[in-house]
Every structure is written in C-alpha cells, then in structure tokens.
C-alpha cells in the first residue's frame, strides 16, 4: 500500500458511544471507515467491500465476535482473498479471551474503548502505517 491510497476500516460495535468515538479517532486518522452495528450486516459488508483493517467488539447481540471473525476468514478463503487484520474488541482482558480471539482468527485482540494510541499502533503494527 502506498501512502496516497485511503485506509479502509470497518469497525462492528453496538454501542452508539463507542461509535460516535471511534468515527472521530479514525476519520482523524484519515482513514475510511463504515460502522455497523451488528454481525450479519458486517459480514455482508465484508463481503461487498475490500477493508484494511477490521475492529471487531467481541459482544454483539446478535452474533459474538468469535464466530464473526471465523465466518470472516472462510469468506476470504472461498473467494482466496489475503488475510485482513482483524482485532477483536472487549472490554473483558485477559489469557482466556486473547487466546479464545486468535483460535477464531483475529490477528489481535484490544482492550475497549478504542483510543486514537490503540489505533495508531493497530495501523502502524498490522499495515505498517504510522499516521498522526
């Protein structure tokens, strides 16, 4: 990725808090970013567009963020897309649930709420981009 080309970002959070904040973190980024509220849109979403990179809280109402991010990785299997960074949200830390977030497939897994240093360093780690 050169550094003309715009960040895309999906982030899939029901609190509309955590929205509102993680649309002014990543816009400030001058990155892109949809938000979307629940598991089966966001899957569809993945579908239909080509992210950079994917926040991903792990309790949502309809879904959890665990069989999202598996649902994730088979969808870029069958139609042989690379892997897109997926990092796994919660406000619960802990051995059990990292370890419980890479078997699903995320490449990481952070600490809620999302901060502009948290995403800063997701970007920098997972796209080699540091942007201020």
């Known amino acids: 990725m050169n550094d003309k080309e715009v960040i895309r970002i999906l982030v899939v959070e029901d609190n509309h808090i955590a929205q509102k904040i993680a649309r002014l973190i990543i816009e400030s980024l001058n990155c892109e970013v949809d938000i979307i509220d629940n598991g089966s849109y ?4 993945f579908k239909e567009n080509r992210y950079d ?14 069989s999202i991010a598996s649902e994730m990785r088979e969808i870029e299997r069958k139609f042989s897309l690379s892997s897109i960074p997926i990092i796994g949200l919660s406000v619960h830390t802990g051995d059990r649930q990292r370890t419980q977030a890479v078997n699903a497939g995320m490449s990481d897994y952070m600490e809620k709420p999302l901060t502009r240093e948290s995403c800063q360093e997701a970007l920098s780690r997972f796209l080699a981009r540091d942007l201020k």
Request: proline share 6%; net charge negative.
């Open 53 to 66: 990179l994917v926040f991903l809280d792990l309790g949502l109402p309809d879904k959890d963020g665990y």
């Open 42 to 45: 966001a899957l569809q979403l």
